[in-house]
T-cell receptor, first 115, second 110 residues
């Protein structure tokens, strides 16, 4: 597609439920990043994929968070046993090449609200 | 201390004013630097890269001071449409993804 697509755009879930957030990067972009952004803060790094593999998952806050990119294109961020503190905007970005020397293109994000 | 630090603002300036933001970063070996712009409830968008020699794009000028570990963004002749949050972004040494500051909010007033 022309840009990075994220679905859903909004998700409200109850505490303790499981959620999946989807990211469809720009076609041909090998690098894919997940960030989350809380109100008044900058995006906080979660995980980086190069192709199908997670090259850096050091930003995942705990083992309730997991992400996959099985075919090197679409990625899914999975959150188990959601907590109210997980409420944030989850942003996905992609870039043409590996490494952060090039700017990212972000999707419009998924706004997750845990009630 | 945050790894990428910015004054949150807000900076309230009249149209036509010149405004400058600074940002400091923690790791002297960092290599790549950017400014992103984020409008309210929108995703961040790349405004410009920051090069060692400094660079200009229209009304926007970015500077890098490696010795003092800071980067700056200067906006001349501010427009109402410049109102946004400006995010300082750094490729910190040893990291494989970009690190974002918390942003500086700019409000240009008529």
């Amino acid at each position: 597609g022309a840009g990075v697509s994220q679905t859903p755009s909004n998700k409200v879930t109850e505490k303790g439920k499981y959620v999946e957030l989807r990211c469809d990067p720009i076609s041909g972009h090998t690098a894919l990043y997940w960030y989350r952004q809380s109100l008044g803060q900058g995006p906080e790094f979660l995980i980086y994929f190069q192709g199908t593999g997670a090259a850096d998952d050091s930003g995942l806050p705990n083992d309730r968070f997991f992400a996959v990119r099985p075919e090197g294109s679409v990625s899914t961020l999975k959150i188990q046993r959601t907590e109210r503190g997980d409420s944030a905007v989850y942003l996905c970005a992609s870039s043409l090449t590996a490494g952060p020397n090039y700017g990212y293109t972000f999707g419009s994000g998924t706004r997750l609200t845990v009630v | 201390r945050k790894e990428v630090e910015q004054d949150p603002g807000p900076f309230n300036v009249p149209e036509g004013a010149t405004v400058a933001f600074n940002c400091t970063y923690s790791n002297s070996a960092s290599q790549s630097f950017f400014w992103y712009r984020q409008d309210c409830r929108k995703e961040p968008k790349l405004l410009m890269s920051v090069y060692s020699s400094g660079n200009e794009d229209g009304r926007f000028t970015a500077q890098l001071n490696r010795a003092s570990q800071y980067i700056s963004l200067l906006i001349r002749d501010s427009k109402l449409s410049d109102s946004a949050t400006y995010l300082c972004v750094v490729n910190l040494a040893g990291r494989r993804a970009l690190t974002f500051g918390s942003g500086t909010r700019l409000q240009v007033q008529p």
